[in-house]
């Protein structure tokens, strides 16, 4: 499957990454006191953030990028155009494997994630270079 994502405006790329960022303050990490803030864009033009959630029993907790596609999709959102994930470290932190997979679900491969470090510097990529020969909804054969 190949399609293309439209281009993001400045002012979209700004509200997403500091949405992101802000996202970081809402992150319930006693454990790994790593905060990751995300936010969505929606095809119709929302922002929808999320953090991490961790639990004491550690397999249990959530990453940022899922509780925002979550929040989303339950809002009945199914199109998107772009996330940011932010940390406080540098290089950025990229996406799980278990957040890639979730993403790609509502995305295509073309779908971009921006990533930001702890001063904000970006890295861009797409579900596509993260998670390269998916299998996905269409997969089935019925
Ligand atoms: N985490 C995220 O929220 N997103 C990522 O992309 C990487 C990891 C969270 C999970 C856990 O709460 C903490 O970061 C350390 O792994």
Redesign the pocket.
């Known amino acids: 499957m190949t399609s293309s994502s439209p281009t993001l405006s400045t002012q979209e790329i700004e509200t997403l990454s500091s949405k992101a960022n802000a996202a970081k303050a809402a992150?319930y990490?006693p454990?790994?006191k790593?905060r990751?803030g995300?936010c969505l864009l929606t095809q119709s033009g929302e922002f929808i953030t999320g953090?991490?959630?961790?639990n004491a029993s550690y397999p249990v907790?959530?990453?940022?990028?899922r509780v925002a596609f979550g929040t989303a999709v339950v809002a009945g959102q199914r199109k998107f155009k772009a996330i940011a994930?932010a940390?406080d470290i540098t290089p950025p932190?990229?996406?799980?494997g278990m957040?890639r997979q979730f993403m790609s679900e509502f995305t295509s491969p073309s779908f971009p994630v921006y990533m930001y470090d702890k001063d904000m510097n970006c890295t861009i990529t797409t579900i596509g270079e993260l998670l390269p020969s998916s299998f996905g909804p269409d997969d089935f054969g019925h």
């Open positions: 992150a990490c454990y790994s790593f990751v995300a953090a991490n959630v961790e907790g959530t990453c940022a990028e994930v940390t932190a990229s996406p799980c957040c």
